[in-house]
Each structure stands twice: as C-alpha cells, then as structure tokens.
C-alpha cells in the first residue's frame, strides 16, 4: 500500500525550513504533495501560480514530489488526494498550539487522517516565510535561508540588484 502525505502551507516564498522538512518526508513516505494555501484573507508576494512554480524548480529531481494548489478546507484536500498523512513541520512551542488546534478540528472532521510532526532542523529554528521577505525588502541577505531560484525572484519582486 503506498502511502501519501500532504505537506500544506502558503510558502511566500518558500524557505530552506520548508525544503528540509518535505526532503526529509520524502525518506519517509511513498509520495508527498507540496500542496500551495490559496488564502483569501491574505495578500501573497507571490501569487499562486509563482509559488507553485518555486517549489516545483524546488523538488525537480524528486520523483515522488507533486505540487499542487488548494482552496478550501484542507481534510477535503487530502480526502481528494486519497492521502492519509498532514506532514507539518514545527520550530518552536508558539507553532505547536496553533498546530494542536488545527490537528484536533482536522481530527474531529476525519479520523482516518493523521497529521505527523517533524521538528525543524536546529539551522532552520528561526526562519519563517516572514522573516525572509522582511529581510528580502530592506534589501538585507538572504542567501542561505531560501534556495537560489527563490533568492532570484526576491530579488527581482524587490528590485535589488
């Protein structure tokens, strides 16, 4: 039996924590799909389509990587993947409440889901999707913390040179 994971998340942009948490599901599970938030209550970087192509230059060498979009009530997305597994990625205790929260309504709405926790690499403790486009936009360094390509088009959406 093949085992899919969901791995969700809006990743504006992308971060070198994102990469090492899905990398390191991809040891564990048979497919993970990268599947890209569209939040309507927030205004992305990157709209949707720049997001899904970042993380598709991410994971070109991973045969078992899909990415994907969705809207709406994540258990349904995953129900529609026929995947059983929520891949979350947690750095501090702060993200832990939230993610209980959102495991225990995903729990209440379908039981046949769980969600598995990674801890983030100690490297990677700090880094949010935030703090990357906070340094991004007063033209601070982010080598390091997100992949080239995504550096790139920091750049660019920024207009540093």
């Not at 046949?112 to 949010?128: A, D, G, K, V």
């Amino acid at each position: 039996m093949t085992t899919t994971a969901v791995a969700p998340g809006s990743f504006d942009p992308v971060t070198n924590g994102h990469l090492d948490i899905i990398e390191r599901s991809t040891r564990i599970f048979d497919k993970v799909i990268v599947a890209v938030l569209i939040n309507r209550n927030k205004t992305p970087l990157f709209n949707i389509e720049e997001r899904v192509e970042l993380l598709q230059d991410s994971f070109r060498d991973f045969s078992n990587v899909e990415v994907d979009s969705f809207d709406g009530l994540l258990v349904n997305y995953v129900r529609s993947k026929n995947a059983n597994v929520i891949v979350r990625g947690l750095r501090a205790v702060t993200d832990f409440e939230y993610e209980m929260q959102s495991t225990s309504i995903n729990r209440k709405m379908d039981k046949e889901i769980e969600t598995f926790f990674m801890m983030t690499n100690n490297q990677y403790s700090y880094l949010s999707s935030s703090i990357v486009k906070e340094v991004a936009k007063n033209k601070g360094d982010v080598n390091g913390l997100v992949p080239p390509h995504v550096e790139d088009a920091l750049k660019r959406r920024y207009n540093v040179t």
